[in-house]
């Protein structure tokens, strides 16, 4: 907040009208102005505040990201970056207030910050995060009737989406309770039950406003292209009945006809040293489809296998289904469980009939995780219960949460109740005292809050039941605001107290640390000094009570992810950083290993207490691993285009365990299509479809360069070959022979995620793509070529033949998530993509293709009545397409059939 007294004078609104109603003078159709002028006198500045907050008009229009009069910056030519006007204005009829002497600031989210800005009337300055500030200049003359106050600015980066356009923009005046402006609120459509921004013009200009640069070659998503991208053959449905996702090892059908009818139930034998709370969560999903337990039931008999084989992975089962029994074989209780999960998979809404069959089953990896993040938004226990639910279901098991970042800390630990006081809310204030400031739009209190300790156990204890670890992940040294502020917080509480040796026993700032940073999300403000001993006191505090956490949940804490993530620039004038590098006792040198410093030490932290540490490869690759435990779980987060698979290659040759999370395959908060409606990042893919994550080959990364392409839409080259350079050192070599990957993880970052629904959009039903490669290696992937390989679109090692095997097995998992297993989802209340249509007219006849097979289609001509489509028919007139949720309860997006708009 600016620190100078401030009044604010603003347009009057209905507020002041309602006021005024009854006891002004009229003459004629007249109010007198000394009548209005006494009336304006009467209302206080915070009733003026709170009456513009309600009828200012916010709009943001976004121009293009190919602008050719982007301003310098520092004297320097800007090539690229994205234009967009912010116009202001009251409604029509409001009488004008203003006072040269009275001022007023609007603050917003926006993700990338604007580095230039033209405006007649208002200033605007980037402060912190993506936190920006309009002001008036000296010459404003305030909010008039028809008048448009316009605002252009430009921003050194590129903006694709309109969810990236965040809500809640907010008044503040000096001395007053700050409001947030309602025209900039999110709504929600009734239809579709996606979000609706008031504040943002549509991006209409498609072609020119969907280019991240100039020579950007993608795509739009239209109707035309999402026909022509999808097999346009159809298939029989008759594999439905037989299907199980994630795709079994072996599966054989004893008679394709033959069917074992489960009316009666389910009658359950458990020999060995299976108990049912193992099981539980199994027959209470088989229940919730329609097949519950009974004493007259048919028989399932599960039982541990006595002889295991040598090639057998935790989690192996057999599954028989005869005409008279089921019977499930499993190497552990974990198998068993998911044994079970199979019999479900088989089963299809409103039938108690399943086939037939003979599974002989195992994961491919052991490692088979999703990744989400309640830190930046917050997402409810109810969201995380259902997520484990469907996780367990799918035979996903390990669920990465990550609790701590700049925007929130989102878990109670009981040594630091300052972390959840302070650190697990944004208000409408900058101060940072009891309340973090309100980044990425989040100055609605819909958006925050925080797992109690009993919420937390629960969560635990849910997973347990579902046979998923739990991975939780407090980012550091960077992405640390959070905590940094709440610790900030304590400080100040047991300063004033006069207990100086208590408030800085978990602190994590130099105050005498001037350095100058800005961290990726340009922060200034969002890193541990790693130098100073109580920032170790602090992890050390949170490793015991988080460990106790676990521990009391029966859910012991055996992996930790520690982040690991800098800032460069960060601590570089730090009087006690100065200090520990002049102190030769110190073997790191120099500044520029401190962070290396910072994730040895922690991850020796970790290791001490019996916990395998894992972080993010970008940080981990700086260490020297002679100072790292042995056993260290790197994720890889490059993306394929740009060497993913040398950085596996150099952390597999540090023998650590790898787990995939490329993001242009596994990031699941990047858009579905290439389209400004749908939500999401874009910086390492334009688009993340079920369809490209089934076709992902994670044994053979830089294979991929011979069918996908980069983020502007181009091919690649994948050079795997051993490579050394001018020096005679080795700067890439292929992985070793034989040697295979820990696993694969979704990852759902939440900066434009802002609700659980969101959340459930952009993972499903992905997440049942992500669990088909984490669990099956299909026939058609490629081997490795250990020997090293150039690889491009022209090499051709991904043969036709594969792909065309690879083309019919996902419409054959197409098809049954379309006839069967979203219909489960909708069961469960689960708020799944609905995807858009494909559609043509060509000579008046309306055709249609999807992705997802199966689901219920509608058009309508000229807005006229929705109508089901079965087949191509004729029509006339403009068409909209779209299609509905299996239980047809909800719609998916509306599109106008149009022809295809390209690029260039």
């Given at each position: 907040?600016?620190?100078?007294k401030?009044?604010l004078?603003?347009?009057a609104?209905?507020?002041l009208?309602?006021?005024?109603?009854?006891?002004?003078?009229?003459?004629?159709?007249?109010?007198?102005?000394?009548?209005?002028?006494e009336?304006?006198?009467?209302?206080?500045?915070?009733?003026?505040l709170?009456?513009?907050?309600?009828?200012?008009?916010?709009k943001?229009q976004?121009i293009s990201?190919?602008?050719?009069?982007?301003?310098?910056?520092?004297?320097?030519t800007?090539?690229y970056?994205?234009s967009?006007?912010?116009?202001?204005s009251?409604p029509?009829?409001?009488?004008?207030?203003?006072n040269?002497?009275?001022?007023w600031?609007l603050?917003y989210?926006?993700?990338?910050?604007?580095y230039?800005?033209?405006?007649?009337?208002?200033?605007?300055?980037?402060?912190?995060?993506?936190?920006?500030q309009?002001?008036?200049?000296?010459?404003?003359?305030g909010?008039q009737d028809?008048?448009?106050?316009?605002?252009?600015?430009?921003?050194?980066?590129?903006?694709?989406t309109?969810?990236?356009?965040?809500?809640?923009?907010?008044?503040?005046?000096e001395?007053?309770?700050a409001?947030?402006?309602?025209?900039?609120r999110?709504l929600?459509?009734?239809?579709?039950?996606?979000?609706?921004?008031?504040?943002?013009?549509?991006?209409?200009d498609?072609?020119?406003q969907i280019?991240?640069?100039?020579d950007?070659?993608?795509?739009y998503?239209s109707?035309?292209?999402?026909?022509?991208?999808?097999?346009q053959?159809s298939?029989a449905?008759?594999h439905?009945?037989?299907?199980?996702?994630?795709t079994?090892?072996?599966?054989?059908?004893?008679?394709n006809?033959?069917?074992?009818?489960?009316?009666a139930?389910?009658k359950?034998k458990?020999?060995?040293?299976?108990?049912?709370?193992?099981l539980?969560?199994?027959f209470?999903?088989?229940?919730l489809?329609?097949?519950?337990?009974?004493?007259?039931?048919?028989?399932?008999?599960?039982?541990?296998?006595?002889?295991k084989?040598?090639?057998?992975?935790?989690?192996?089962?057999?599954?028989?289904?005869?005409?008279?029994?089921?019977?499930?074989?499993?190497?552990?209780s974990?198998?068993?469980f998911?044994?079970?999960?199979?019999?479900?998979?088989?089963v299809?809404?409103?039938?108690?009939?399943?086939?037939?069959?003979?599974v002989?089953d195992?994961?491919h990896?052991?490692?088979?995780?999703?990744h989400?993040?309640?830190?930046?938004?917050?997402?409810?226990?109810?969201?995380?219960?259902?997520?484990?639910?469907q996780?367990?279901?799918y035979?996903?098991?390990?669920l990465?949460?990550?609790?701590?970042?700049d925007?929130g800390?989102?878990?109670?630990?009981?040594?630091?109740?300052?972390?959840?006081h302070?650190?697990?809310k944004?208000?409408?204030d900058?101060?940072?005292?009891t309340c973090?400031?309100?980044?990425?739009?989040?100055?609605?209190?819909?958006?925050?809050?925080?797992y109690?300790?009993?919420?937390?156990?629960?969560?635990?204890?849910?997973a347990?039941k579902?046979?998923?670890?739990?991975?939780?992940?407090?980012?550091?040294?960077?992405?640390?605001?959070?905590?940094i502020?709440?610790?900030?917080a304590?400080?100040?509480?047991?300063?004033?107290?006069?207990n100086e040796?208590e408030?800085?026993?978990?602190?994590?700032?130099?105050?005498n640390?001037?350095t100058?940073?800005?961290s990726?999300?340009n922060?200034?403000d969002?890193?541990l000094?790693?130098?100073?001993?109580?920032?170790?006191?602090?992890?050390?505090r949170?490793?015991?009570d988080?460990?106790?956490?676990?521990?009391?949940a029966g859910?012991?804490?055996a992996l930790?992810?520690?982040?690991?993530?800098?800032?460069a620039g960060a601590?570089?004038e730090?009087?006690?950083?100065?200090?520990?590098i002049a102190?030769?006792s110190?073997?790191?040198?120099?500044?520029?290993?401190?962070g290396?410093?910072?994730?040895?030490r922690?991850?020796?932290?970790v290791a001490s207490?019996?916990?395998?540490?894992?972080?993010?490869?970008?940080g981990?690759?700086?260490t020297?691993?002679?100072?790292?435990?042995?056993?260290?779980?790197?994720?890889?987060?490059d993306?394929?285009?740009?060497?993913a698979h040398?950085?596996?290659s150099?952390?597999?040759?540090?023998?650590?365990?790898?787990?995939?999370?490329?993001p242009?395959?596994?990031y699941?908060?990047?858009p579905?299509q290439?389209?400004?409606?749908?939500?999401?990042y874009?910086w390492?893919?334009?688009?993340?479809t079920?369809?490209?994550l089934?076709?992902f080959m994670p044994?053979?990364?830089?294979?991929?360069?011979?069918?996908?392409?980069?983020t502007?839409?181009e091919?690649?080259?994948?050079?795997d070959?051993?490579?050394?350079?001018?020096?005679?050192k080795?700067?890439?070599?292929?992985?070793?022979?034989?040697?295979?990957?820990?696993?694969?993880?979704?990852?759902?970052?939440?900066?434009?995620?802002r609700?659980?629904?969101q959340?459930?959009y952009?993972i499903?039903?992905?997440?049942l793509?992500l669990?088909?490669?984490?669990?099956?290696?299909?026939?058609?992937?490629v081997?490795?070529?250990a020997?090293?390989?150039?690889y491009?679109?022209?090499t051709?090692?991904?043969?036709?033949?594969?792909?065309?095997?690879?083309?019919k097995?996902?419409?054959?998992?197409?098809?049954?998530?379309?006839e069967?297993?979203?219909?489960?989802?909708?069961l469960?209340?689960?708020?799944?993509?609905?995807?858009?249509?494909g559609?043509?007219?060509?000579?008046?006849?309306?055709?249609?293709?999807?992705?997802?097979k199966?689901?219920?289609?509608?058009?309508r001509?000229?807005?006229?009545k929705?109508?089901?489509?079965?087949e191509?028919?004729k029509?006339?007139?403009?068409?909209q397409v779209r299609a509905r949720?299996?239980?047809?309860q909800?719609?998916?997006?509306?599109?106008?059939?149009?022809k295809?708009l390209?690029l260039?």
């Amino acid at each position: 907040m600016i620190k100078e007294k401030r009044y604010l004078l603003i347009a009057a609104t209905s507020l002041l009208l309602a006021a005024c109603q009854g006891e002004v003078a009229e003459q004629g159709n007249t109010i007198t102005t000394k009548m209005t002028a006494e009336k304006k006198a009467e209302l206080t500045a915070q009733e003026q505040l709170n009456a513009l907050a309600k009828n200012l008009q916010v709009k943001y229009q976004f121009i293009s990201n190919v602008e050719t009069d982007c301003p310098d910056l520092h004297g320097e030519t800007v090539k690229y970056c994205y234009s967009a006007e912010i116009h202001l204005s009251v409604p029509a009829g409001s009488p004008s207030y203003y006072n040269d002497n009275q001022t007023w600031q609007l603050n917003y989210s926006q993700v990338y910050p604007s580095y230039a800005s033209s405006s007649d009337q208002l200033n605007l300055l980037h402060l912190n995060g993506d936190i920006h500030q309009i002001t008036p200049k000296a010459n404003f003359l305030g909010f008039q009737d028809g008048q448009d106050h316009k605002l252009k600015l430009w921003v050194k980066s590129t903006l694709i989406t309109e969810s990236q356009l965040m809500p809640n923009y907010w008044l503040s005046s000096e001395g007053l309770t700050a409001a947030i402006v309602d025209s900039t609120r999110s709504l929600v459509d009734k239809d579709t039950g996606l979000e609706v921004q008031p504040w943002v013009v549509p991006f209409t200009d498609i072609p020119k406003q969907i280019k991240s640069a100039p020579d950007d070659v993608n795509q739009y998503a239209s109707t035309q292209w999402l026909y022509d991208n999808e097999p346009q053959v159809s298939i029989a449905n008759s594999h439905v009945a037989f299907a199980i996702i994630p795709t079994p090892k072996s599966i054989k059908i004893e008679d394709n006809n033959a069917r074992l009818d489960l009316a009666a139930g389910l009658k359950v034998k458990l020999s060995g040293d299976l108990k049912y709370p193992q099981l539980a969560a199994a027959f209470e999903r088989l229940a919730l489809l329609g097949i519950k337990e009974s004493t007259a039931g048919v028989l399932v008999n599960i039982e541990l296998n006595d002889k295991k084989k040598a090639d057998w992975r935790s989690g192996h089962y057999q599954l028989v289904i005869n005409d008279s029994a089921i019977i499930i074989r499993a190497q552990d209780s974990t198998g068993a469980f998911y044994g079970l999960q199979s019999l479900a998979s088989l089963v299809t809404l409103g039938s108690t009939q399943v086939p037939l069959v003979n599974v002989d089953d195992q994961p491919h990896y052991d490692y088979r995780g999703q990744h989400v993040d309640v830190a930046r938004n917050f997402h409810s226990k109810a969201f995380m219960f259902s997520l484990i639910k469907q996780m367990g279901a799918y035979k996903l098991n390990k669920l990465h949460l990550h609790l701590a970042e700049d925007e929130g800390w989102r878990l109670e630990l009981p040594s630091l109740p300052e972390l959840t006081h302070v650190g697990s809310k944004r208000c409408l204030d900058l101060s940072d005292k009891t309340c973090l400031q309100p980044q990425l739009g989040g100055g609605a209190s819909d958006r925050d809050g925080y797992y109690s300790i009993d919420d937390y156990q629960e969560i635990l204890r849910m997973a347990t039941k579902h046979h998923i670890q739990v991975i939780p992940s407090l980012d550091m040294p960077g992405h640390s605001r959070a905590a940094i502020k709440a610790m900030e917080a304590r400080y100040h509480y047991y300063m004033n107290k006069e207990n100086e040796t208590e408030a800085k026993r978990y602190l994590l700032t130099d105050f005498n640390d001037k350095t100058q940073y800005s961290s990726i999300q340009n922060y200034n403000d969002n890193t541990l000094n790693i130098c100073m001993e109580s920032t170790y006191t602090f992890v050390d505090r949170v490793l015991e009570d988080l460990k106790a956490l676990h521990q009391a949940a029966g859910h012991p804490l055996a992996l930790y992810h520690i982040g690991a993530d800098e800032t460069a620039g960060a601590w570089l004038e730090s009087p006690v950083c100065k200090a520990l590098i002049a102190d030769k006792s110190n073997d790191f040198g120099d500044a520029e290993h401190l962070g290396a410093h910072f994730i040895e030490r922690v991850s020796q932290l970790v290791a001490s207490k019996g916990i395998t540490v894992g972080g993010w490869n970008d940080g981990l690759k700086e260490t020297d691993i002679t100072k790292m435990p042995r056993d260290v779980y790197s994720y890889i987060w490059d993306a394929l285009p740009w060497g993913a698979h040398k950085q596996v290659s150099e952390q597999a040759h540090r023998n650590w365990n790898i787990v995939l999370a490329t993001p242009d395959v596994l990031y699941f908060d990047f858009p579905y299509q290439i389209d400004p409606k749908e939500r999401g990042y874009h910086w390492a893919s334009r688009r993340v479809t079920t369809r490209s994550l089934f076709n992902f080959m994670p044994d053979n990364l830089p294979i991929h360069a011979e069918f996908r392409v980069d983020t502007l839409g181009e091919s690649y080259v994948a050079n795997d070959s051993k490579q050394i350079d001018d020096l005679g050192k080795i700067t890439h070599q292929p992985l070793l022979n034989n040697f295979t990957i820990s696993g694969i993880q979704g990852q759902l970052w939440s900066e434009t995620v802002r609700s659980d629904d969101q959340a459930e959009y952009m993972i499903y039903p992905r997440l049942l793509a992500l669990a088909e490669r984490a669990w099956h290696q299909a026939s058609w992937q490629v081997p490795y070529n250990a020997k090293g390989f150039i690889y491009s679109k022209d090499t051709a090692i991904f043969t036709d033949e594969l792909r065309q095997t690879r083309d019919k097995q996902w419409l054959t998992f197409s098809q049954t998530l379309g006839e069967k297993e979203l219909a489960k989802l909708d069961l469960a209340g689960v708020f799944y993509r609905v995807p858009t249509v494909g559609a043509i007219i060509e000579s008046g006849i309306l055709s249609t293709n999807m992705a997802i097979k199966a689901l219920p289609i509608e058009y309508r001509v000229s807005n006229g009545k929705w109508q089901n489509y079965q087949e191509p028919i004729k029509v006339n007139g403009s068409v909209q397409v779209r299609a509905r949720t299996s239980d047809k309860q909800r719609a998916g997006r509306t599109m106008t059939v149009s022809k295809q708009l390209r690029l260039n």
